[in-house]
């Protein structure tokens, strides 16, 4: 467990503010969340973030692979001190692996590890999604008070980061669906347009005439409007190129 200088705690949280939505993943704002969170505490720690959406578990950030072997490991139990940190919005911390009786597989596991202690603090996030900033410590009771006070300190400020990273990057994919849906309405106009138009019928029976073929070729709609609007396309290409 080697990490890079100490970062003092208004260095620490000046970083956070300086976390610019839409120029980095949510991916790469997690794993630099992590960095710091480790630079900031004065002890030797490793760290994680887990997020929890309804019944899944997913450690989205680490440090080292320790720290993911461990959160994987609750994860497999449906059951630890990262999982209800989250859950709970509770503050959990071990003292003594070796003798912590809460998780005695995750606690054996980790001791085996030669992670002795750990502490998980909440991270809300949002109101289906939430979170723990984990830290795993090879020496027993790693965490006094104000190591606790400056962690929590320091989660309070990375939830505000993570879920604006969060709403942004969510926002950013409903705004691509959106597109998306506009753009597959559109084609699906224009093949109705052409279906209407070669057989003299209205918007709904031409509808009707493209969702049938949609079934009877296993085709999604949207791709069987596409094929019929490049084949009329290029038809009409082909009919311009040959005339004199």
């Not at 630079?39 to 019944?55: N, R």
Request: charged share 20%; proline share 3%.
């Amino acid at each position: 467990m080697s990490h890079e200088a100490r970062l003092e705690a208004n260095d620490a949280f000046a970083q956070l503010s300086r976390i610019m939505l839409g120029e980095e993943s949510l991916p790469a704002i997690l794993e630099r969340l992590v960095q710091i969170a480790c630079q900031v505490l004065p002890i030797t720690v490793e760290a994680s973030i887990t997020l929890l959406s309804g019944d899944n578990a997913t450690t989205v950030a680490s440090t080292d692979d320790v720290a993911v072997k461990l959160d994987e490991r609750q994860y497999g139990d449906d059951r630890g001190p990262c999982l209800d940190a989250a859950a709970a919005g509770e503050r959990i911390s071990i003292v003594d692996m070796r003798s912590d009786a809460r998780w005695p597989r995750f606690a054996e596991a980790a001791a085996d590890m030669g992670v002795l202690s750990s502490l998980s603090v909440p991270l809300p996030i949002q109101r289906h999604v939430t979170g723990a900033l984990n830290f795993y410590a090879t020496a027993l009771d790693a965490f006094n008070d104000d190591t606790i006070d400056l962690a929590e300190s320091f989660a309070a400020h990375a939830a505000v980061a993570v879920a604006n990273a969060h709403l942004y990057e969510t926002t950013a994919a409903l705004a691509e669906q959106m597109k998306a849906a506009m753009a597959n309405r559109a084609v699906i106009e224009q093949a109705k347009g052409i279906v209407m138009r070669d057989r003299g019928c209205n918007a709904d029976e031409a509808f009707d005439a493209l969702a049938l073929l949609s079934q009877q070729t296993h085709t999604k709609l949207r791709d069987v409007a596409q094929q019929l609007v490049d084949q009329v396309s290029s038809t009409s290409q082909r009919q311009r190129g040959s005339t004199p």
